[in-house]
């Protein structure tokens, strides 16, 4: 039952707006986190598995994204969810051309399977990050994973037997997806009977207040 004060796209914009500040009062945490993090692993990109250096740009790609989302979240532009939105999504798909970039880097070595163990780590914190529901997260996951694979055709650089073990990230991203659209019809679900029950509770409480008034004589 939807309540009958607003209609559906009203209360889907008011959906997104309470994930989104929720999921942002974490953000400047999740930012230094970020960027301590994929600091520590510039360094060991360069001086443990000595890859080109190349490896930094990767590495500072979601680390620039995630500065800019926090200094965007610090303006009057906060109030503005698409723009927001489009920020933080951007910094998650940051984070799967990292590594998308890394496997690139490292295909046809023995880092290889190491970096593909860690794409499916971040596949899976992505996932954790995510708002809503797989329409926002497939293209995260797939645009990163074409153009590697355009790489890697137009390269050659991979043997198949390589290629075989991508099918392994690649499922893990196929099952957040469905995990993440079944959550997200739960959590709408769960909104919309909490503010059917709020309107209930409103009428109730107006009516109460209606018959509780003593009748005036004409």
């Known amino acids: 039952m939807i309540p009958l004060s607003q209609n559906s796209q009203e209360l889907t914009r008011e959906y997104q707006r309470l994930v989104l500040d929720k999921y942002l009062s974490f953000a400047r945490i999740g930012t230094f986190v970020i960027f301590f993090g994929l600091g520590y692993f510039i360094y060991e990109d360069l001086y443990v598995h000595r890859l080109p250096e190349i490896s930094i740009f990767f590495r500072a790609l979601p680390i620039a994204l995630a500065l800019l989302l926090l200094l965007t979240i610090s303006t009057p532009l906060k109030k503005r969810t698409t723009s927001i939105l489009v920020l933080y999504y951007l910094c998650l798909a940051g984070l799967m051309a990292m590594m998308c970039g890394l496997v690139a880097l490292t295909a046809g070595t023995d880092k290889y399977e190491?970096?593909?163990?860690?794409?499916?780590?971040?596949?899976?914190?992505?996932?954790?990050?995510?708002?809503?529901g797989m329409k926002y997260l497939v293209p995260v996951y797939m645009v990163p994973f074409a153009a590697l694979a355009a790489?890697?055709?137009?390269?050659?650089?991979?043997?198949?037997?390589?290629?075989?073990?991508?099918?392994?990230?690649?499922?893990?991203?196929?099952?957040?997806?469905?995990?993440?659209?079944?959550?997200?019809?739960?959590?709408?679900?769960?909104?919309?009977?909490?503010?059917?029950?709020?309107?209930q509770n409103r009428i109730l409480s107006?009516?109460?207040?209606?018959?509780?008034?003593?009748t005036r004589p004409y």
């Open 114 to 132: 190491l970096y593909l163990l860690g794409t499916t780590v971040v596949i899976f914190a992505v996932y954790l990050c995510n708002l809503y």
């Open 206 to 214: 107006l009516s109460l207040i209606h018959i509780s008034e003593p």
């Open 151 to 199: 790489y890697f055709i137009v390269t050659g650089k991979i043997k198949l037997v390589d290629a075989v073990k991508m099918s392994n990230p690649l499922t893990v991203a196929f099952v957040c997806c469905l995990l993440s659209e079944i959550q997200n019809r739960i959590k709408y679900r769960d909104f919309i009977s909490g503010k059917t029950v709020e309107l």
